[in-house]
Each structure stands twice: as structure tokens, then as C-alpha cells.
């Protein structure tokens, strides 16, 4: 059984920066991409970021040159640096495996950026 866990949210003031990890578990076959999403208080769920398979980055445009999407393949975990936090940037963050037609999510980790 293919399970995600998040770690690395919190509470942070503005200018600051976290790191959030997703380690997946289980056998997952030909991952075509691993993504971050988040959903603010009040919105609907947005794409954040996405590292595809052949390592290439794709940021949405409020997070570019702060934010950064990476992998370790060894450990099966893809990671988002988060740096200069702004409270727009409160939500509750999610991981998500594309592979071979399916969607794996993780529980979600939430992110409060207030001073």
C-alpha cells in the first residue's frame, strides 16, 4: 500500500523559511511527476509546484525565485524549500505522486505564516 508522509509545516513569521518533506512508502511504479499543492483558509486547492521525471521544475508564479522543489531518489522523498514566507503563503500543504494513471496524496501539512 502506497502511503505519503508530510512533515516540516508550522508556524512562521514573515521573511522566513521552512522546509516541508514527503517521504512515500510502498511500491509505486513509473512516477511520472511529484507535486506540491496547497489550499488557503477560504480558497479552493492550487498547484504550487511539480518536479517531473526527468528532474525539470515548474512553479506557479507566486512562489517563483522563493520557493524550490527537489528530490531524492534513494529516499523516495521530494522536499519544498520555502523562503521568504508571506502570510498570502498560509495554507495547508499537500504532496501528490503522479504514476501510471493514479494520484497518491499525502495527509497535508499545515503552514501558518503570521507575525
Known amino acids: 500500500q502506497v502511503q505519503l508522509v508530510e512533515s516540516g509545516g508550522g508556524l512562521v513569521q514573515p521573511g522566513e523559511s521552512l522546509r ?3 517521504a512515500a512508502s ?3 511504479f513509473s512516477i511520472n511527476a511529484m507535486i506540491w499543492y496547497r489550499q488557503p ?3 479552493q486547492r492550487e498547484w504550487v509546484a511539480t518536479i517531473a521525471r526527468d528532474n525539470h521544475t515548474y512553479y506557479t508564479a507566486s512562489v517563483k525565485g ?5 528530490r531524492d531518489f534513494a529516499k523516495n522523498t521530494v ?3 520555502m523562503n521568504s514566507l508571506k502570510p498570502e503563503d498560509t495554507a495547508v500543504y499537500y504532496c501528490n505522486i503522479q504514476s501510471g494513471g493514479s494520484s497518491y ?3 497535508g501539512t499545515q503552514v501558518t505564516v503570521s507575525s
Open 20 to 22: 516541508l518533506s514527503c
Open 26 to 28: 510502498g511500491v509505486i
Open 41 to 43: 483558509p477560504g480558497k
Open 66 to 70: 522563493r520557493f524550490t522543489i527537489s
Open 79 to 81: 522536499y519544498l524549500q
Open 105 to 107: 496524496w499525502g495527509q
